[in-house]
């Protein structure tokens, strides 16, 4: 999913990297968003914000947000200038997969 960058160029070519592991935050009550966070510098900074038109969806994935991991695919878009790219995967079931490989032996 494109994010469009709010941060400056220059930290964010200094801070953010492929691969590198972000948060999902809501804000706001009733007018709802939601930020994509990472940290760094001993700080969480807000890299970009969550299009609205996935909002609904992404909210519904942040509800089983202890199965799911968040982390940056391209720290930069050839299609969108001041974009990135972020990738959402679930996480595997960990107690089954132990399981599954003591059985294997």
């Known amino acids: 999913m494109a994010i469009r960058k709010v941060l400056a160029d220059d930290v964010f070519e200094a801070h953010v990297f492929p691969g590198m592991q972000l948060e999902l935050v809501r804000e706001g009550v009733i007018n709802t968003t939601i930020a994509v966070t990472a940290y760094f510098d001993g700080a969480s900074h807000v890299l970009g914000y969550i299009p609205k038109g996935m909002l609904d969806r992404i909210e519904g994935l942040m509800e089983h947000d202890d199965k799911i991991v968040v ?35």
């Open 71 to 105: 982390s940056v695919e391209k720290p930069s878009c050839n299609r969108l200038k001041n974009a990135f790219w972020i990738c959402i995967d679930e996480l595997p079931d960990l107690p089954k997969f132990a399981l599954d490989q003591m059985s294997r032996g």
